[in-house]
């Protein structure tokens, strides 16, 4: 039984590691009866992981202000930054934005360059040539890179790092983070666009106080969801979660490019990108409002951020709301949270640098630690 317990202690441990570092990310500089408050765990158990971090250089104390009593400062804790950073390329049917992060979700710097799509060869020679580059300016940062991250709109095996159809980029089965590793010696980690905005809300969005949300992505690209349940990413059994464009909304409608028909993207793309020209109701932003009503009638999610070049119109905002309550099955309706992101474009690089940090950092910094 004594090797069980051990292995069971081990477990927690790690366990209470991941949530105390989790709370630090999503919070910023905390004391240590706030992580012990916001976590539930014993102070002394918040003690001995702060202990742990701040011997590891992951985590720094600082002085706080003085309480208002007159007390003494309390000891703040947060991330430290130059600890590790991460190079970020999103790429998208308009632009390529790229860029470094640090280890506290603060951009290093980004930058942003028109998308070759001439064909599917030069889309990846153009992605390999900002990863280049990307890296050639990570010694000036002062920070080791955890790794290389890369969102684009599609289908992702996010184990394998294979971008299995994108559509828009006209790739199909490429092994993506492959054919980086091999040529940065670097871990890549690659991902769905929307998946990467939904966790940059979870982190430092307004979805961060949120286990159970949806990040809902309108624009040229079409429409797409981001699920996070349990405080975790869903990305399904196929790794097709969260395909909303592709939601059948008429049996005898227009056909997809997907080979279905009456899909909703039919409705709503391209037509969802003359939106910016209405100010009143409009039957296109009733066919997005639609499939994101029937998303949120299927989950029941605590908040749907609206994010995309298009999703954060506030004409469109403000009429998928009205829709939202007038038809929603959730009761009570007031308490049904729908919001615009306040993140913009740079979300997405942001989740993609904390998917990359929880995938390679963290693992390499506790290798050898119980």
Not at 63 to 76: F, N, Q, V, Y
Not at 100 to 127: C, M, N, R, Y
């Amino acid at each position: 039984m004594k090797p069980k317990r051990t292995a069971d202690s081990a477990l927690a441990k790690k366990l209470n590691r991941a949530v105390v570092i989790d709370c630090i990310e999503k919070y910023g500089a905390l004391s240590r009866a706030d992580i012990a408050r916001l976590t539930m765990l014993s102070p002394s158990t918040v003690s001995s992981i702060v202990a742990e971090l701040v011997d590891l250089g992951i985590v720094l104390e600082s002085k706080g202000t003085a309480a208002s009593s007159g007390g003494r400062r309390p000891i703040l804790l947060d991330l430290n930054a130059s600890a590790s950073c991460a190079a970020v390329v999103d790429v998208q049917v308009s632009r390529v934005l790229y860029g470094v992060v640090d280890l506290a979700g603060k951009p290093i710097w980004t930058a942003k360059e028109e998308v070759d799509l001439s064909s599917p060869e030069a889309t990846f020679h153009q992605v390999f040539q900002i990863v280049a580059k990307t890296l050639a300016r990570l010694p000036r940062t002062g920070a080791p890179a955890a790794g290389i991250g890369v969102s684009i709109p599609g289908i992702v095996d996010t184990n394998t790092g294979t971008v299995i159809k994108s559509t828009r980029l006209k790739w199909k089965e490429l092994p993506l983070a492959n054919r980086l590793e091999q040529e940065f010696s670097l871990p890549v980690y690659v991902d769905r666009d929307v998946r990467a905005a939904a966790w940059g809300e979870r982190l430092y969005g307004l979805a961060r106080s949120a286990d159970d949300f949806v990040y809902v992505m309108v624009g040229k690209g079409g429409l797409g969801a981001g699920l996070i349940l349990g405080g975790r990413s869903y990305v399904g059994a196929r790794m097709q979660a969260g395909e909303l464009g592709h939601m059948t909304v008429d049996i005898h409608g227009k056909e997809c490019s997907c080979g279905n028909t009456g899909c909703l993207v039919t409705l709503t793309y391209p037509a969802i990108d003359e939106v910016r020209r209405y100010n009143e109701k409009d039957p296109i932003i009733d066919c997005a409002a639609i499939g994101i009503l029937n998303l949120m009638n299927l989950l029941d999610p605590e908040l749907v951020v609206l994010g995309g070049d298009i999703g954060q119109e506030p004409a469109f905002v403000e009429q998928v709301e009205k829709v939202v309550q007038e038809r929603t099955f959730l009761t009570p309706r007031k308490n049904v949270r729908l919001v615009a992101s306040q993140l913009g474009e740079i979300g997405i690089v942001l989740g993609l640098a904390g998917l990359v940090f929880d995938k390679f950092y963290w693992k390499r910094a506790f290798g050898n630690v119980g």
